[in-house]
């Protein structure tokens, strides 16, 4: 019996899609550009800490080794530095090869044509795990015994770090108000579907149907609404996600930055899109009948 009532609760959600079909229409348009915009935003900003991660791991830290080190005592320094937390890895450039990158680099340059070899040191080219602990590695770097100097860039090292938390503050508020604003446009928007039926809802209430046997098939509706929104807008977002990617790729910036793949990025999205789909149908579904239920 209780899986009959079932039945007819969920052939009664479907119903009501197809017999209101602006009100569903209109439903899921606001799910799926709600979830396109929000969804783009996020995107851009997974993009944009991808670009940075890019770009913190070319900010190097460069050791000097004593002069009065040997090239073996110099080598016998790098367990020390690549056991510091901070380290990802390190690489040992002895002066001599230290020395010919200088040469090339100056080539042309009358000033730099007899520089002796011995000018130059043994050096550490150290790559970080996280640049906004650089000065932090620089002093640790600084104790170990045998090393003479550290190059940090800091002021570089520092804009990275600022520029991230700027990126992420903004993703943050814009998603967040995104989703507010969302909710309370789907919210309303269910609402309206609900009102032409408020009559039918009391009468169902007089004749003795619990809430739940009311609010079911409006809770199906949401459901199949939000989740085809959901579908939707993950299938929008793609075609949008790959033709700007190819216009970005294909234009003056392709040679500057590298997109991440909307297929690698696929399977996160569209489980967010999905779940979110549901739970704002369902919900909204849920808030916009509770007080025709109150007769």
Partial sequence: ????????????????????????????TIIVACLVIMGSFTLIAVNIDSLLDELESENIVVAY????????????????IEYLANVRSCEFVPKAQAYEEFVSQHEGQASFADLPVEVVRDRYIIYLE???????????????????????????????????????AISLILVVVLVVVSVFIMSNTVKLATLSRKDEIAIMKMVGASNWFIRFPFVVEGLVLGMFGGMLAFLLEW????????????????????????????AMVFLAYVGVGLAVGVFGSSIAIRNYLQV
Avoid: C
């Fill in 1 to 28: 019996m209780r899986s009959s009532k079932l039945g007819y609760l969920t052939k009664e959600g479907f119903k009501s899609i197809m017999t209101h079909g602006f009100m569903s229409f209109a439903s899921v």
């Fill in 65 to 80: 080794v004593e002069e009065t080190f040997p090239e073996e005592e110099a080598r016998a320094l790098q367990p020390q």
């Fill in 130 to 168: 996280d640049i906004s602990l650089m000065g932090q590695t620089q002093e640790q770097l600084e104790n170990i015994i045998g090393i003479a100097r550290v190059r940090a860039d800091m002021k570089v090292a520092q804009g990275f770090v600022s520029v991230r938390n700027m990126i992420s």
């Fill in 239 to 266: 075609v949008i996600y790959d033709v700007v990617a190819n216009k970005i790729m294909t234009g003056l910036l392709g040679g500057l930055i590298a997109l991440i793949p909307f297929a690698s990025l696929s």
